[in-house]
């Protein structure tokens, strides 16, 4: 089985203030994934990035995907209590499993 | 409303006595999957299936079953169930497995003594 590192594990930062959540391996994934999952339901995607270099946004978060598809980073700007949450991210393996790898969370809470 | 749907949401039982969690969706996708997930160790997959009547195990099968006789259901059977197996449990599916989004159901927590 492939594995995903996330770092770091918990984050507990003011509103206002910048992050990045990292998720990196030693296997090259086809596409990689970032969840966000809140207390008491299942995780939702918030991007699926597929090409090595890739940057995506959304609002305050950036996405970035590594140039040799390894590792993927989420940076958060001026994040707010609603980021509150724990961010996971999930690697499609680029040898052909069905069997999708997630990385262990990074538990992110932000204080008003 | 597009959803899948756990039930029941919260379990506890006794070691032994066969339990069946079970999951649906409406979305008429193909691929669906049970999953685990622990404390440290993150999500880890049970079982998926690519269609009705295929299924095959994931990372973590041992003292599960399922099945998926419908498109739209696929149970997790526990025969006999360990205290090991308590866990928050989650189903989900999606239009084709890697690439494309998971929707998750709300999980299934269940405490096994």
């Known amino acids: 089985t492939q594995l995903l590192e996330q770092s770091p594990q918990f984050l507990s930062i003011q509103e206002g203030e910048n992050l990045t959540v990292y998720c990196n391996s030693s296997s090259v994934f086809s596409s990689l994934q970032w969840y966000r999952q809140e207390p008491g339901e299942g995780p939702v995607l918030l991007v699926t990035?597929?090409?090595?270099?890739e940057v995506k946004k959304l609002k305050r978060l950036t996405f970035q995907f590594g140039d040799a598809r390894k590792d993927s980073s989420l940076h958060i700007t001026a994040a707010q209590p609603g980021d509150t949450g724990l961010y996971l991210c999930?690697?499609?393996?680029?040898?052909?499993?069905?069997?999708?790898?997630f990385g262990r969370g990074t538990s992110l809470i932000v204080h008003p | 409303e597009a959803q899948v749907t756990q039930n029941p949401r919260y379990l506890i039982t006794v070691t032994g006595k066969k339990l069946t969690v079970t999951c649906s969706q409406n979305?008429?996708?193909?691929?669906m999957s049970w999953y685990r997930q622990d404390p440290g160790l993150g999500l880890r997959q049970i079982y998926y299936?690519?269609?009705?009547?295929?299924?095959d195990k994931g990372d973590v099968p041992e003292g599960y079953k399922v099945s998926r006789k419908e498109k739209r259901n696929f149970p997790l059977i526990l025969e006999s169930p360990s205290p090991n197996q308590t866990s928050l449990y989650f189903c989900?599916?999606?239009?084709?497995?890697?690439?494309?989004?998971?929707?998750f159901g709300p999980g299934t927590r269940l405490t096994v003594l």
């Open positions: 999930a690697g499609a393996s680029s040898g052909g499993s069905y069997i999708p790898t």
């Open positions: 979305m008429n996708h193909e691929y």
């Open positions: 989900a599916s999606s239009v084709e497995r890697r690439d494309n989004e998971q929707f």
């Open positions: 299936s690519m269609n009705v009547e295929v299924t």
């Open positions: 990035v597929v090409t090595g270099g």
